[in-house]
């Protein structure tokens, strides 16, 4: 197995580990038009055809006209939104992204689709700048921590990466002390370990793992991020087990996708995980 093959592997499992770290938080129906890759709008096979982005643009020109009269028209900024992002169009998308963000400031889901936006731009610093945003209003917000987190990776910064999530799960476990239950230390503990899996520090993403399990011995989360871990470090027997005892505590709708990656060999191509991610929710 050669470790080109290894490393995607690898990166699609933690992709599904990622996605059940949020099990339960709602996501915007449209974080699915930033998540395709940035040059699909533009492939033959991907793209609208001529007379449907026509009818886009249009209909984008439409909700740009109300809102010249109405800035605030919520409607007509989540119909230019949608129409931006199925153009293709992620720089457009981010002034309706921004505006609905700022009217919005209580539903975070719109500031995560902000930062993704600027970050599909190029505008990493935006990026960066509207997590932290949501950081300082929502501490406890895991998508903005996770976003933060992986552009930091991303920007070659592995110890701002790393303090980040532990200064969040040190503030998590501080106010759990002080009123317990209300802050989500598990998947905080996840989100390092995440953090260690793609800095290739196998042993401390483990040691995370397993930190997480303690006083949750029912949550197959961390079990499973560890089992991915052990197998992609060859440690088979240990990782089938871990497998299997994941499976059995899942939730019904996560089993099959555990089962699938856990038949799958680390050289081969898993199948994408993106459909355990939770229902979406309106905002």
Not at 20 to 25: D, I
Not at 108 to 137: F, H, N
Request: hydrophobic fraction near 40%; glycine fraction near 6%.
């Amino acid at each position: 197995m050669t470790n080109q093959k290894q490393n995607r592997w690898l990166t699609s499992a933690v992709l599904f580990l990622a996605l059940l770290a949020f099990v339960g938080l709602s996501v915007l129906p449209l974080l699915g038009g930033l998540r395709q890759t940035p040059n699909s709008a533009a492939s033959p096979g991907t793209s609208p055809a001529s007379s449907e982005r026509d009818r886009l643009m249009n209909e984008a020109k439409g909700y740009e006209l109300v809102l010249q009269r109405e800035p605030d028209n919520q409607t007509a900024l989540r119909g230019l939104l949608e129409a931006k992002l199925k153009m293709g169009d992620r720089k457009g998308a981010i002034a309706p992204l921004a505006k609905l963000a700022e009217l919005n400031p209580s539903e975070p889901d719109y500031g995560i689709l902000l930062a993704q936006a600027q970050k599909e731009a190029g505008d990493l610093e935006a990026a960066a700048a509207t997590y932290r945003t949501l950081l300082d209003r929502q501490p406890n917000s895991l998508k903005a921590l996770q976003g933060l987190a992986t552009l930091l990776v991303e920007q070659q910064r592995p110890q701002a990466a790393v303090g980040l999530v532990q200064e969040s799960l040190d503030q998590a476990i501080a106010a759990n002390k002080s009123k317990p239950n209300s802050a989500d230390v598990v998947s905080i503990r996840l989100l390092l370990g995440e953090v260690y899996v793609k800095l290739e520090r196998y042993d401390d993403a483990i040691a995370a793992f397993d930190k997480a399990l303690e006083g949750n011995p029912k949550d197959f989360r961390p079990v499973l991020a560890k089992a991915i871990v052990l197998r992609n470090q060859g440690k088979t027997q240990q990782a089938e087990e871990l497998f299997a005892t994941a499976a059995g505590l899942a939730p019904d709708r996560f089993k099959d996708q555990i089962r699938k990656l856990a038949a799958t060999e680390p050289g081969a191509e898993p199948t994408p995980a993106a459909s355990p991610s939770p229902s979406p929710a309106q905002p």
